[in-house]
């Protein structure tokens, strides 16, 4: 029997101000998936990414996660909209790593990491912190647990905020643009990391500009324009040959 998937979006439609930003997103993503979405700015990426941990709400159709329904319980046969401390239990399933580190400047680099194990999930503090070491070592940054941000260079804070998404033991993790605001030469350093929570099997959702990390890391790659998903399929089919005018118009600016 085919497994459900991890996450599956339906028929997600979004309005700002009555203008129509996602117009009936489907996507599936099962566990283990990397899935990298692409789309020239104002398509709708970051939008569908904050809808899927309920940072927005949808106007219509459905989101779930992991078998739950995000925002929503089914009681007594009908659907009921989750009170906001459900909402926060559900969302702290799920790792987001922003465009923008959005680290605490005030806390080291451990405490940074060790902050929402203990805050929210009612861990041990020996608990989280041989878990934050483990998890610092896996992206490089053991040699900084004591720093603060400020003494980090973008690439070390985003390895950081890495870090620290997966503190909370996600089981999906959403990257938004996670090397947009890093200078190039700090790039491959993170691309590096997530490759390999890739291969370790984490299911990642992706939205980059780095075609290079589609190429190599994504099992699947979907192409949105204007709040729908024009194209999808393997990387090769979707970058080397693909098939919708839009999707060709927007890779040959990466050529
Ligand atoms: P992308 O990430 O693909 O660049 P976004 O999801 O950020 O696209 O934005 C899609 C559209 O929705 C854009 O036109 C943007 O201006 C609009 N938008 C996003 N967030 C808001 C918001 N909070 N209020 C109003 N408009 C928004
Ligand atoms: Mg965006």
Redesign the pocket.
């Known amino acids: 029997m085919d497994q459900a998937p991890l996450v599956r979006a339906r028929n997600v439609h979004k309005a ?2 009555h203008v129509e ?1 996602l117009k009936g997103i489907d996507l599936d993503v099962k566990a283990g998936e990397v899935v990298v979405i692409l ?1 020239p ?7 569908f990414l904050r809808c899927i941990n309920r940072l927005e709400t949808i106007d219509k159709g459905s989101i779930f996660v992991d078998g739950e329904q995000i925002g929503y319980q089914l009681r007594n046969g009908k659907l009921q909209p989750l009170s906001n401390r459900a909402i926060a239990t559900q969302r702290s399933k799920i790792g987001m790593v922003f465009q923008q580190f959005n680290l605490y400047p005030h806390m080291t680099v451990l405490q940074n990491v060790i902050e929402a194990p203990i805050g929210v999930h009612g861990r041990s503090r020996d608990e989280a912190i041989t878990e934050a070491r483990e998890l610092l070592a896996k992206v490089g940054m053991s040699h900084k647990v004591n720093a603060y941000p400020r003494q980090l260079s973008g690439g070390q804070q985003q390895r950081v905020a890495i870090a620290r998404a997966l503190a909370i033991r996600p089981t999906l993790m959403l990257f938004d643009e996670p090397t947009s605001a890093l200078d190039p030469e700090l790039v491959g350093e993170v691309l590096t990391t997530m490759r390999s929570l890739a291969d370790q099997g984490l299911t990642m959702i992706v939205v980059t500009h780095e075609i290079g990390f589609a190429r190599e890391a994504a099992d699947r790659v979907v192409f949105m324009d204007g709040g729908r998903v024009v194209e999808e399929g393997s990387p090769e089919a979707v970058l080397e040959n693909p098939r919708h005018p839009r999707t060709r118009s927007f890779l040959s600016r990466f050529i």
Do not use: A, I, N
């Open positions: 700002f101000h930003v789309g700015s104002g398509s709708g990426k970051s939008t």
